[in-house]
Each structure stands twice: as C-alpha cells, then as structure tokens.
C-alpha cells in the first residue's frame, strides 16, 4: 500500500470515528431533553388562579367604564413617578371583573383639550366624565413613598360619579356635590362630619415591615410569581416598582369593599316599604 492510500485510509478512519462520537452526543443530548421534559411533565407543578376582583354593578348591559385622574404627589418624596403609579392604579381597575377602564394618556389628553389642570369643582368633574363618557372617575394622591428597605406606599383614592350611572341596583343617585375633590381636607373622608363626600374613598399606608402587609403580599402574589423561584412572592418587597403594583391593587380592592357595601345598602333601602 502506498503513502497515500494509507494517508487517505487514515482520513477516512478518523472523520468516521468523529461523525460517530458527534452521533452518539446529539443522541445523548436528546436523551437528556426528554427526560428533563418527562420529569417536569410528571412533577406537575400546580398552577394557583390569581385572586380575582368583581364588581358590584349591574353589567348586563355593558360593562362599566372608569377612568384614572392622575395622582397628586403629597408623600414629600420629589422623586415619585406619579404617571407610573397612576398607570398601576389603572391596570388594577382594568383587572376588576366587570369593570373596563380608560388608559391614564386617554384621561390627560381630555384634560388638556377642557384646559382642566385639576378638579377643582363639581362641575368640572362633570364636564370631565360627560367628555370621556365614563360612569366613574378615580382621583387622589400619593400620601407616602419610601423605596427602601423594607418599601412604604401610602395610596388615598376616591371614586366620583357621574349621577345614577354607579347606582343600577339602588334607588337614589350620588349627589353632584359629592364630586368635590380635596383629598387632604377632613371631609375627604366618608365618616366625617362634612356633607360634601366621593361615592367611596380608601386611604391605604403600606408599609413592607407589617406582617398584615407582608400576608396581604403574599396573597397578591399567589399565581402571579413562580413559588419555587429564589424570592417567591417577597419578590414584591424587594422591588419599590412591584411594591407600588401591589398597593395599586390593594387600594382597588379596598374600594370596590366600599362600593359593595354601598350598593348593597342602596338596594336594602329600595327594597324598604
């Protein structure tokens, strides 16, 4: 045999054995990808429904429609982003079962086409929701902001409505006064003892430190973040962002709790000879 036949026989042995070792590692890395995919699938890993909010309104015509003021920033923290929590309070709302509800840009564009640069008065509140079309609007501020260890959010907001259209289950409709905005005056608050009050109102201090809060926490988060990953649901306490996401929903849920019980009284005083 010649030098270069052996050279060639040489070759031909050598690209062989190593299409043969990359056969055999393709095929043990196939292997592996099934068994990974088999065990995931056998592992089962339960998925949790997050909680979900619902209305208290008659729907069967439509669902109701909000819309979002933008946030007043009073926590005494210069760098608070109020678009960016106002946009959480949006994305709560929209989440409530039964409730659709305007994006924040939609609420600042009929704002400026009215040259309204806040609710000052009933009237412009009225003028603001006949112009949107909406049958509430959620307006507030942003009472307290900390993003550090542990986060601290305070959240105060009332629900206005435009007469009768928040009432579908009840009797009586809200009274154009109770439009009146002025979230850091005492007759912000529904048991005080001046006349002018918003359908309802929550005023929300979160602070990352309360075990309540921390409880509260953990609920949101229950279907919404991976159990198993390296923070699980206290992902929420280490990120001032997801924090402000939480008490966006947290503050909602407390005010539909009003909006329950007062659409239930209304229907109980209907119902009353």
Same mark, same amino acid.
């Given at each position: ?73 009073? +926590?005494? @923290?210069?760098?608070?982003? &109020?678009?960016? #929590? *106002? ?7 929209? !989440? $409530? ?94 048991? +005080?003892? @001046?006349?002018?009050?918003? &359908?309802?109102? #929550? *005023? ?7 075990? !309540? $809060? ?60």
């Amino acid at each position: 045999m010649t030098t270069e036949q052996t050279m060639l026989n040489s070759g031909l042995t050598w690209r062989a054995f190593a299409r043969s070792r990359i056969e055999a590692g393709l095929f043990l890395l196939a292997a592996l990808v099934i068994v990974q995919f088999v065990a995931g699938c056998s592992s089962g890993q339960k998925l949790t429904v997050p909680q979900v909010l619902m209305a208290p309104y008659d729907t069967s015509k439509g669902d109701v429609l909000w819309a979002v003021v933008p946030l007043r920033n009073e +926590s005494g @923290f210069s760098q608070v982003d &109020a678009y960016q #929590v *106002s946009d959480k309070i949006v994305a709560a709302a929209a !989440q $409530v079962r039964g409730i659709r509800c305007l994006p924040l840009n939609r609420t600042i564009s009929a704002m400026r086409s009215l040259e309204i640069q806040d609710l000052e008065n009933p009237d412009m509140a009225q003028k603001l929701a006949a112009a949107m079309g909406v049958d509430g609007i959620i307006v507030g501020s942003i009472t307290a902001y900390d993003p550090y260890n542990p986060p601290k959010l305070g959240l105060a907001l009332a629900l206005y409505s435009r007469p009768g259209l928040l009432d579908k289950q009840g009797s009586a409709t809200i009274d154009t006064r109770k439009l009146t905005y002025q979230p850091t005056d005492y007759h912000y608050f529904t048991r +005080s003892s @001046f006349k002018d009050a918003p &359908a309802s109102v #929550v *005023s929300e201090f979160m602070d990352g430190k309360n075990h !309540q $809060v921390q409880m509260d926490v953990q609920r949101y988060a229950s279907g919404r973040t991976e159990a198993t990953s390296a923070l699980a649901w206290r992902r929420y306490l280490a990120s001032m962002d997801l924090f402000c996401e939480f008490g966006a929903w947290q503050s909602v849920d407390r005010l539909l709790n009003h909006e329950w019980l007062r659409v239930a009284r209304m229907s109980a005083e209907m119902k009353q000879p």
